[in-house]
């Protein structure tokens, strides 16, 4: 037996099946125990075969992403936006509107709880198997500007295309150069009905014409933008505000409560 192991294998590793390498030994022995078939055996290789490249999978497109950590659907305080439907973000967390590259839009003041929707959809879509890119707006917009300047402008949104949803954040926020708003417009442009994008504002769209700069180019942008989309509006104060003053009064009353030393 002991002689017929390594070329099996090896043979198993070059067939890139690992997870049977590693185990077919011990669920043989398991097998045995249960009096379980041939086919039951391979079946259940398989299925470890299989969770664990699923596993590696999310990993891997997880650390792509590159969203922040600690963003998730279930943390999320939906009894702080009450015009928020949960069943609706459930629903766009299913993705399929990936599939109809449709867009998702959340607008709302600072601290509203944007960034945490997007980042949690993000994370629900890379583990169904999605590919998912977050950058704040102002990250991707000078990323475009050196590939404009390298004359690859084109060939670097052909590799943004890979991803299903491209996860733009703070989109108010980008430098005030028409160049800047350029490239971003033309990015825009390029992923309108081929792939979705998810774009955080603390601008309503009235407002948008401070990023664009002018009439045309935002009319055109925003046109673009809704045409196929789900639009979510926050509302209420900053939750990071009230976190602090939170944290303020539990101070205050802390210090109160203690008795000077005598």
Known sequence: MKETQQPLENMLKSFYLPTFARNYEDFAKR???????????LNQLAQAERDERLTKKTERLLKQAKLPRGKTLDDFNFSKQPGLSLARMKELAEGDCLDNCENVLLIGGPGTGKTHLSVSLGREWCMMGRRVLYTTAAA????????KRDLSLNQFIKRLDKYEALIIDDI?????????TDVLFVLLAERYETRSVVITSNLVFSQWNSIFK???????????????????ELVGPSGR???ALRRKQAQTTTTKGKQPEA
């Not at 002018?214 to 979510?232: E, F, G, N, Q, Y």
């Open 140 to 147: 991707l917009v000078q990323e475009l500007l050196i590939n």
């Open 241 to 243: 505000q009230n976190e």
């Open 172 to 180: 108010s926020y980008i430098p005030q150069s028409r160049d800047e």
């Open 214 to 232: 002018d009439a045309m180019t935002t009319k055109a942008a925003i046109d673009r933008l809704v045409h196929h989309s789900t639009i979510l």
């Open 31 to 41: 097998s045995e125990k249960q009096k379980l078939g041939h086919v039951q055996y």
